[in-house]
């Protein structure tokens, strides 16, 4: 089962909350008439309080739940707010937390529009490529000065931050989501029933951090997306080989030729990058961050840290969070 939660806030665009959530579910039933095994959704909506949230637009709704007793999801979606942020921003203070606990927990979180603030007032965006919508561009570089604006592009992503412009770009980031979720024939069957015009493709309007390069080899892209997934949990590459279709010997072969590396090495990479983020951006111990990350013996998450990069992970603290107070 996929845990996906919006967030609720005064000021939000409800369509950036109602479409995603449409076409969310439509991919589930379409993947569910294929296989009565597919992947279910439960689907919730979280606030600073359970009283009626007013949209822009007037429409009231009620969240599910609130920061303080919501659960951890596989995937939170930030809604757009009408012009200026200023006010939501600075009314609730309860959201930051919440979404850093949900980033440690290894969530992806999506935001679009002016919603992306509230990623940066986390610091969760910083030292991060990021998009914003475009009349908000120069108030956001100037109050954010240290996430990389992309200026340019309607989609970025970086580790599990993925920030969109425009509700437009949310749909074809949602359909992105639905792929990572069931397969891209269920996600063009979506894609062709919420949009009657041939729209570009995810990747050719989005900005990425370079953890999946392109390549042809499609199989192997779902296993990249399925690895970025997963990657806190325990993975056998036998069970991974089996779920793409794949003996474990060509399931190698074709992984290393589309990525250069080896399943292992391309896992141990997100592990290794999503725990450089948790030791600047979290006081959480060095042992709790291994287990975030996958990896119940810190020796052993030591040791390939320090491998990978050269420095011990407390080292790896120390050096970033002088450079951060030096800032």
Not at 236 to 261: L, P
């Amino acid at each position: 089962m996929q845990k996906i939660t919006f967030v609720l806030y005064p000021e939000m665009l409800a369509s950036s909350i109602t479409l995603p959530i449409e076409m969310l579910k439509a991919g589930e039933s379409f993947a569910r008439v294929k296989s009565r095994q597919a992947e279910t959704l439960e689907i919730t909506t979280t606030a600073q309080s359970q009283r009626a949230i007013k949209s822009h637009a007037g429409l009231p709704i009620v969240a599910d739940n609130t920061f303080a007793d919501s659960h951890s999801a596989d995937i939170v979606f930030l809604p757009a707010l009408w012009r200026n942020p200023t006010r939501a921003l600075n009314n609730l203070p309860e959201i930051y937390p919440w979404l850093m606990k949900q980033y440690q927990n290894g969530a992806i979180i999506s935001a679009v529009g002016t919603g992306v603030c509230f990623l940066a007032e986390a610091g969760l965006l910083d030292e991060k490529a990021a998009t914003t919508h475009w009349h908000f561009f120069d108030e956001f570089h100037k109050r954010y000065p240290k996430v990389i604006l992309k200026r340019q592009y309607f989609i970025t992503q970086s580790a599990n931050l993925y920030c969109s412009a425009s509700i437009n770009a949310l749909a074809d980031l949602t359909v992105h989501f639905i792929q990572r979720i069931y397969n891209t024939d269920i996600a063009s069957h979506v894609e062709r029933h919420f949009s009657h015009e041939i729209r570009r493709s995810y990747e050719a309007i989005g900005y990425f951090d370079g953890q999946m390069n392109k390549h042809p080899d499609e199989d192997i892209v779902q296993a990249q997306m399925w690895l970025q997934d997963n990657y806190n949990k325990e993975v056998r590459f036998s069970e991974v080989a089996d779920r793409f279709d794949m003996s474990v010997r060509s399931f190698n072969r074709r992984f290393k030729s589309a990525t250069n590396k080896s399943p292992l090495q391309y896992l141990q990479e997100i592990r290794i990058q999503t725990a450089k983020d948790l030791l600047k951006t979290s006081n959480l111990t060095i042992s709790e961050i291994a287990f975030k990350v996958g990896y119940s013996d810190m020796g052993h998450f030591t040791m390939l840290f320090k491998k990978l990069l050269a420095t011990t992970p407390s080292e790896y603290r120390t050096t970033v969070r002088a450079k951060l107070f030096k800032a």
